[in-house]
């Protein structure tokens, strides 16, 4: 009766969430998140059962003298305890873990949004899709440059379908607060992935994987409003505004129609060395 007056999130945060970030922003977070926390307060029954065992068998047992021992004796029940009970906590977890897996990993028939993901060195592109697969066509598209960081705005209690593919080399998907990144391939393969966002807000989008000598530049910002501010935002690119125009029409005006948790970074194509404001570019 008193551990049903509790839960998971508030266990978690009492104890710094053993280690794993919780400030997800989806549903499938959420979920991960759940199953962190179950796994270590199993861990930890586990791990207090078997040091409570040690701890008896040292006072019980200690040596009272010097005559060694049976040697040859030992305890079936506890043979078959130390046997049983591992396999049953590795049941569990995998059975759990199968549960959670699947739930990420499930895709639906007719998601509420899909957005094309395009990777390039060293850039971003977001295309609106009117339908899965790759003949559905492209309704606004967003294009990152190394002036101006992309923007993908998604909205809130939608299920959103990204369909990752690469111009060039293996890229990664990577917003820390989805709790979730899947790498971009070039070719035929096309990764897909469902999130349903929950939380309002701003939030950095890297890549995850070393694609060369820019990696570090391929930022993105996702920007998660309202279903019906979204509805705004992709009417007014459908008309041909441009990304911050399409921002300004849902009230993000001024510098708040550029990316604000993030900013491109200096390459070496300018004056100075790379993040080095006194040193002086070669060739210079």
Known sequence: M??????????GSAFG????????ISLQAHKMYDLWIGSVIAALVVGIFVWGLIFWCII???????????QTRFNMPMEVLYTVTPILVVAVLFYYTAIVQTDVDKLSKNPDQVVEVVAFKWQWQFNYRDGIGEDANTVASTVGSADVIPLL???????????ETSKDVIHSFWVPELLFKRDVFPGNVRNKFEVTLDREGRYVGRCAELCGTYHAFMQFELVVVSPAKFDQYLAARK?????????????????QSYAVTTEPLNTRRQANSWNQHDAVAAGK
């Open 17 to 24: 969430n053993f280690g794993w970030p919780s400030n997800g």
């Open 2 to 11: 008193v551990l049903s007056g509790c839960s998971l999130q508030d266990f």
């Open 60 to 70: 019980r047992y200690r040596k009272r003298g010097d005559e060694l021992p049976v």
């Open 239 to 255: 008309n041909g505004a441009t990304t911050q125009e399409g921002m300004a029409a849902i009230g993000f005006t001024g510098q």
């Open 153 to 163: 705005v998604l909205p809130t209690g939608e299920k959103i379908r990204f369909e």
